[in-house]
């Protein structure tokens, strides 16, 4: 199995993964893409685009629970302390 990087070098992300690739001299498949055109990726790549969206919303909800969980603790112990 080889490595294949599809990447635009106007998103950060992507010229950070050809960079680090190309300095540590690994080898991979470069397949340059357009964002701007939204071009279709091959349905590996848009697996792995799925996956990648996937955890990233289960990431923000685990954030949006722990602030909710902090912001009720604030509030419990607000109210203990007034009314002591």
């Known amino acids: 199995m080889s490595l294949c990087l599809y990447y635009d070098l106007l998103s950060q992300p992507s010229r950070s993964a050809y ?3 190309k300095v ?3 080898k991979f498949e ?4 357009d964002l701007m055109k939204v ?3 091959p349905a590996a790549a848009a697996a792995a685009v799925v996956v990648v ?3 990233v ?3 923000v909800v685990v954030v949006v629970v722990v602030a ?3 912001a009720a603790a ?3 112990v607000v109210v203990v302390i007034a009314v002591v």
């Open 68 to 70: 909710v969980v902090v």
């Open 74 to 76: 604030v509030v419990v």
């Open 57 to 59: 919303v289960v990431v």
């Open 53 to 55: 969206v996937v955890v």
């Open 39 to 41: 071009e279709v990726l």
């Open 24 to 26: 540590n001299k690994v």
């Open 30 to 33: 470069a397949k340059e893409i």
């Open 19 to 21: 960079i680090l690739l």
